[in-house]
């Protein structure tokens, strides 16, 4: 299992814990990139936390955050992640999701003849990840699938019905952990620490994340200036993560510190990262969440949180009734969070699983008969 970015664990958490519990599994954990990394949050003392052990650790991440370094970064995660498999030498690699780090381990794993196993194929958002997990789909020799629709996406690709299982996303068990006890019992200041101001939470409070757009990354900095514009009018205490490591993070953590800088930050409070279930339980009991993070698509569907969705990244992606999408231009995006804010919780949707996908995925990854052997259908 390779685990490279901070949303990637708590993507498969779940189905981690189902396999250290089953005997007839031997589990070997690789994290790399900017999981390792202080600055998104290091995602390893998590891991170990949970009681894991990391098998390997694989420094790969070149700073810049632009497509330059990431195509660079793609490419020695290639490099560096052969030496791990062949020092690891394990009967199936399991790859999560889009991101460059993905495409990185499918290919190293494809060309070393080791069966790949790819978690969340078939869904359609926009920027690279688009190209990035359909081509990672055909790199896989088994696809675990959250939904009927990206299941036929899949199998319309060429690859073989049998080899494309929906088992809901692993991300919606960790939900489903949190609706059945949702009461936010811990002090997301005193707990995570971050930057700004602490301003009470008992009235209410809105959560923010959102990342660059790695296909329009020359724009990630008006992009996150009309989302700061737009929450700042709001009466509500403003909980903002950091962004992600893609083409154009630095300019949208430039303009995050400009904001503070400016003493506008009289409500917001910064944090890096939380553990997958207090982030939950902080986006429950949130009046709305901000941004374009796949987190308010999937997970935020089965909580029933209202979120608005800005601009492009998750463009294509099916969503429940939770979601408002709208553009990036501030008077767009408040009036939006006020509707959302005011119509208040919606009913939880299983559109992307039921809370039981862990133990499916183990039992699968278990007990399949694996092949490295694909022709394209005539």
Known sequence: MVVTARPSYSRIRTTLLALRA??????????????????????????????????????????????????????????????????????????????????????????????????????????????????????????????????????????????????????????????????????????????????SLATGYVVVMQHPVTTESSQARQQVVETLEATSQLNLPVLWFWPNVDAGSNETSQAIRVFREQGRAERFHFFKNMGSVDFLRLLCQSRCLIGNSSVAIRECSFLGVPTVDIGSRQGGRECAGNVLHVA???????????????????????????????????????TLTFSIEKKLPY
């Open 22 to 199: 089953r005997a007839d599994v031997e589990l070997q954990l690789v994290v790399a990139a900017s999981a390792l990394l202080d600055q998104y949050g290091d995602v390893s003392k998590f891991i170990e936390r949970d009681g894991f052990v990391i098998s390997a650790r694989v420094f790969m991440l070149i700073e810049g955050e632009s497509n330059l370094t990431s195509a660079k970064t793609t490419g020695i995660g290639l490099v560096e992640l052969t030496t791990v498999f062949d020092n690891l030498k394990p009967d199936v690699v399991v790859t999560i999701a889009d991101r460059y780090e993905t495409i990185a381990t499918a290919i190293a794993a494809a060309y070393m003849n080791i069966p790949l196993a790819h978690v969340q194929g078939g869904e359609v958002t926009g920027s690279i990840d688009e190209k990035v997990r359909h081509a990672v789909t055909k790199l896989a020799d088994v696809h675990f699938v959250s939904t009927p629709l990206a299941r036929e996406r899949v199998v319309r690709m060429g690859e073989l019905p049998e080899r494309v299982h929906i088992t809901g996303c692993p991300s919606i068990d960790i939900a489903a952990e949190v609706l059945a006890a949702p009461a936010l019992d811990f002090d997301p200041y005193v707990k995570y620490g971050g930057v700004g101001h602490a301003p």
């Open 328 to 366: 990036h231009q501030r008077d767009e995006i408040l009036a939006a969070i006020r509707t959302q804010i005011a119509a208040g919780r919606h009913p939880s949707s299983t559109l992307y699983g039921d809370g039981q996908t862990g133990g499916r995925i183990a039992a699968l990854l278990a």
